[in-house]
């Protein structure tokens, strides 16, 4: 019953015994026990056509989006966000820290404390729900324990465990279910099938360009992790040459951000300047050889260029398209990122919910409720 109010809306115990084959006792005393419980609240009066019709209209019972939280955090290079989301998903409140790049790790953890805290601070609802679930993501290799194994891009990580680090600033027993740790690049992926240009496609591959290159796959709508947690660090791979490519765009614009440096090279190339084509090119043509590799192995539905390089749109799309048609045989749908720099903590945020629904409705109800 609390499946097909999740999924559905608002039900009458009628509507509720019609569509789970259940006696209307059976439902009568089970929604009874979920307004106990606190999963399922009286809906809204009915429309006002209903309401016109003879007698008292029947009670319609809902899924009580208040009845806990998620917690999401994306701790990143240059910033630490945190989100706090309802049952449904809605964001309730975010907290932004900006942080410096070579800030240590523990300076970098002090940071995610104090937008952990901010944000639960701020959190509108007088009486604070629960917090069912919390999802930390960083670069890196991160194991199923929350270990940070590797992480090329903030070295300070190796080593740490974050959904320790987590708890320890949430304080014990302050979360009723689980808290995990994972790849941001999973995290980014898994947003953009839940919020963003990906939304219902089951067999992605999301590629991130911007202050690093990195990767990631969805199978089947969920995050592919791999025998250690390695699985899309393919940037890695210096035959790629994805780092001295993106080197390459940013030294057209020498001195200012990388923001600047992207900014400017799109710019020249609008108007026509050769050699930001050229170089634009280049750039795509390596990207692509990576989207290749990926793309024939799991064969995806569709590729989603995220980072700070998605912002450029169509100029950046086009040319990979074009080289992506030359390398695959198939070569799959390729489309710019629409959730910015939130991508990683949405996807935290998601992921977390997946772990709740899946605890409340049990594996198939978790799949439908996603779907």
Known sequence: MLSRMYEHGAQTVTELARSTGLSRPTCEEGVAELLAQGWVAEGAAPDPAA???????????????????VLGVDVGAHKILAMVADL?????????IDVDPDLPARGRLAAMGDAVTACLAREPVADRSPLLAAVIASPGVVDARGRVVLSNAMPE???????DELARTLGIGSV?????????????????????????????VYIHAGHRLGAAVLIDGRPYRGHRGAAGEIGTLGLLDWANSYRRLLAYAPGGTTGDATLRVFTDLREGNAQARE??????RDLATGVAVMSMTIDPTLVVVGGGISQAGDDIIEPVSRHLADLCLFPPEVQASSLGDESVALG??????????????????????SS
């Open 51 to 69: 309401a016109r019709q003879p007698g008292r209209p029947a009670r319609r019972y809902e899924f009580h989006a208040d009845a806990g939280r």
């Open 88 to 96: 449904r998903g809605a964001v309730t409140v975010a907290r932004r």
């Open 157 to 163: 990580l190796t080593g740490l465990n974050l959904a």
């Open 176 to 204: 009723d279910g689980p808290i995990h740790a994972e790849n941001d690049m999973r995290m980014a992926a898994l947003a953009e099938q839940w919020r963003g240009v990906a939304d219902g496609v089951p067999d992605l």
């Open 279 to 284: 170089l634009v090119d280049r750039f795509a």
């Open 348 to 369: 935290a945020l998601r992921y977390g919910l997946q772990d709740v629904e899946g605890r409340l409705f049990g594996a198939d109800g978790a799949e439908r409720a």
